[in-house]
Nanobody, 126 residues
């Protein structure tokens, strides 16, 4: 059974850094693009970043460009989100997600993602 588990969240001061991990079990990541999303209280879930199955292609929301970096290690079945220069507005629950098998390029819409992790809380506050 496909399962995604996020980790690495926590409380950090503004300007600080965190690295989130998304570990896959039950399947190999080689045939899946992986996306990161976040949801703040009272807001819609929004896309943060996505990486293609090979890692050759990435994209980012405008709000995180230049501060966040997505990467992956398919041998370890893990996708990472390095978050630097964190701001209070980055506070949210962060989720990773996978589309259906064989979707190697980043999907264009959130509803194309079929598998979701349980989320990890990121709080940016002084």
């Amino acid at each position: 059974q496909l399962q995604l588990v996020e980790s690495g969240g926590g409380l950090v001061q503004p300007g600080g850094s965190l690295r989130l991990s998304c570990a896959a079990s039950g399947f190999t990541l080689d045939y899946y693009a992986i996306g990161w999303f976040r949801q703040a209280p009272g807001k819609e879930r929004e896309g943060v970043s996505c990486i293609s199955s090979s890692g050759a292609s990435t994209n980012y929301a405008d709000s995180v460009k230049g501060r966040f970096t997505i990467s992956r290690d398919n041998a370890k079945r893990t996708v990472y989100l390095q978050m630097n220069s964190l701001k209070p507005e980055d506070t949210a629950v962060y989720y990773c997600a996978a589309p259906i098998f064989g979707t190697m390029s980043c999907p264009s819409a959130r509803d194309e993602y079929d598998y979701w992790g349980q989320g990890t809380q990121v709080t940016v506050s002084s």
